[in-house]
């Protein structure tokens, strides 16, 4: 691994290209989810299935880091990306304006723009993963993981809130005039932030293998098949990647129906229903936070450890969406703000443990695979998200089919969502059980990795 390590500035410039992504992200998979839903009235099937096409094209981040990595640059991808994220951001509020007027000449541009989109956040979001395991202090990697999540997630509230406020009173031209808007600062943001960052690196050449004899053979740039063969043949990288699929399908089922929950059962405006995203998003903040605040501060292993966040944060995001099941029985004294901050949080602890794992085991395994190894993790969450969001919004249709009322249909699917929350809990006991004899599969948590990283200031 060549070049300088990167400090904490230059951790957070590219905590910017997060940021970017992330305002743009949140006004395709929130907003214009519930306008299809509530203010088109379509079935919540058609962004389900917009929204679970752009996680599918992101089947494709194995081959972009595969690229990366042979190219041994990783700027290219990124700048690239973001700029497919934003046209196809733009064009997905223009077909969501056009299906108003003309619904099949609309979703024919919306498939277009959600594969658009797909594909530039699994390029951009695959190689900036990539530039910060390989350019940052090992000491540091986790907490530079966690960082840039937050900065992430401080995009899609800072976007909330003043799209929120700017879509009100609401018109689909309004919705094209803020996207527009949003996916230009993003980008020239982004621009900017990795302008200089990754320097002169050469090439990807030869680079003796971390597996040892068995895992050298001498090529440098073997085919996209044979890279990715190399690493589902290493034992940490397929059991992280099947981890990562079924904890992010519990934690992705939630994200496509709270937007419209809102509206149906709570009468919230477009305007509010995006600000409660926001708020859903600033208790994601939280949790994250007092993850690694908590494990810097108390400096025991076995309060910082992964497991116990991970399974805390599990429990915890199934006993809040068993809450919103009450919610919509209760109606409008229900602290329903409250409530997703609350949700919001609990998703949070679970979430920055991943975050670490992921940073920490990216270089982990056969050399100048980060790429592919990163991509394939992100491939597994992508799928997972996409089947959790369509599954979502299908079962949403189907209960209320059965019920003739979005009350008892969206209860049914928050308290399946909070079930399996509680399977991905046991299943994060279960991997800690069997890695406790051994070098842990899952890395430790941000805190920890912060308190080292800074010498526990």
Wanted: hydrophobic share 55%; charged share 10%.
């Amino acid at each position: 691994m060549t070049g300088a390590r990167l400090g904490w500035i230059g951790i957070l410039r590219l905590g910017l290209v997060q940021t970017a992504l992330g305002a743009i992200v949140v006004l395709t998979t929130s907003t214009m989810n519930r306008v299809m839903v509530v203010e088109l009235a379509l079935p919540a099937m058609l962004p389900g299935a917009l929204v679970a096409l752009h996680y599918a094209v992101q089947v494709l981040r194995p081959r972009f880091g595969y690229g990366s990595d042979v190219g041994g640059r990783r700027t290219p991808w990124i700048v690239g990306g973001m700029a497919a994220l934003a046209v196809g951001a733009l064009a997905a509020a223009l077909a969501t304006a056009w299906m108003e007027s003309d619904p099949v000449g609309g979703i024919a541009l919306a498939v277009a723009a959600f594969m658009l989109i797909g594909g530039g956040v699994g390029a951009a979001g695959t190689s900036l993963l990539v530039l910060l395991a390989m350019k940052v202090d090992p000491r540091r990697r986790a907490a530079a993981a966690t960082i840039v999540w937050l900065m992430m997630i401080a995009g899609f509230i800072l976007t909330a809130a003043l799209a929120g406020h700017f879509l009100d009173p609401f018109s689909t031209s309004r919705l094209v005039l803020v996207t527009a808007t949003v996916s230009g600062i993003a980008f020239l943001l982004a621009l900017l932030a990795v302008w200089g960052v990754e320097g002169e690196s050469p090439s990807a050449r030869p680079e003796p293998s971390r597996e040892g004899p068995s895992g050298a053979d001498g090529d440098s740039k073997p085919s996209f098949r044979e890279a990715l063969g190399q690493v589902l043949a290493e034992p940490k990288a397929r059991r992280f990647a099947v981890f990562v699929f079924v904890s992010m399908l519990a934690y992705s089922g939630q994200d496509l129906i709270l937007e419209p929950f809102a509206g149906l059962v709570f009468g919230l405006t477009p305007g509010e229903s995006t600000k409660l995203s926001g708020v859903h998003h600033a208790g994601l903040l939280a949790g994250m936070l007092l993850v690694a605040l908590a494990g810097s501060a108390v400096g025991g292993r076995r309060v910082g450890s992964l497991r116990y966040w991970t399974i805390g944060g599990c429990i915890g995001s199934a006993l809040f969406l068993f809450g919103l099941a009450c919610a919509g029985f209760v109606g409008p004294s229900w602290p329903l703000r409250p409530s997703v901050f609350a949700l919001g949080f609990a998703n949070g602890v679970f979430a920055v443990a991943a975050i670490g794992s992921m940073m920490g085991l990216a270089g982990s395994g056969r050399a100048s695979r980060e790429g592919v190894r990163m991509g394939l993790w992100g491939a597994a969450q992508a799928i997972a998200f996409g089947l959790g969001g369509f599954l979502g919004t299908a079962a949403v249709d189907l209960t209320r089919f059965l019920f003739a009322s979005p009350v008892p249909a969206y209860a049914t699917v928050f308290a399946a969502e909070a079930l399996l929350f509680i399977i991905a809990a046991r299943l994060a006991a279960g991997i800690a059980r069997s890695e406790q004899q051994h070098r842990p599969l899952l890395a430790p948590p941000a805190g920890e990795a912060y308190a080292a990283g800074t010498g526990g200031r």
